[in-house]
Nanobody, 126 residues
């Protein structure tokens, strides 16, 4: 059974950068589309971005487009979320999620993903 674990969260100031990682274990990450989501207190879990199995397709939510970048290193079974120009409204628990795939598709809905990490807290102070 595949497992996902996020790391890299922390407390930063507005305008700073932070890089999150999602480590995949149990199976090779090359077979999984990976999505990033976030959830702030009292809010719905929000789509952040997704990357296809080969890394050629990426799609981002409107609130992070142009500031966040997803990359993957299938040799290391790791997917990264580079977050630049952070804002206080980016404060949330960030989750990575996986879905097995053999195509170059990407997915934006929570319900499309079968496996989830426990999340990592990102706090951006003003």
């Amino acid at each position: 059974q595949v497992q996902l674990e996020e790391s890299g969260g922390g407390l930063v100031q507005a305008g700073d950068s932070l890089k999150l990682s999602c480590a995949v274990s149990g199976e090779s990450s090359r077979y999984y589309v990976i999505g990033w989501f976030r959830q702030a207190p009292g809010k719905e879990r929000e789509f952040v971005g997704t990357i296809s199995i080969g890394g050629t397709k990426k799609y981002y939510g409107d609130s992070v487009k142009g500031r966040f970048t997803i990359s993957r290193d299938n040799a290391k079974n790791t997917i990264h979320l580079q977050m630049n120009s952070l804002k206080p409204e980016d404060t949330a628990v960030y989750y990575c999620a996986g879905r097995q795939s053999v195509t170059g598709a990407t997915y934006e809905s929570r319900g499309d993903y079968n496996y989830w990490g426990r999340g990592t807290q990102v706090t951006v102070s003003s």
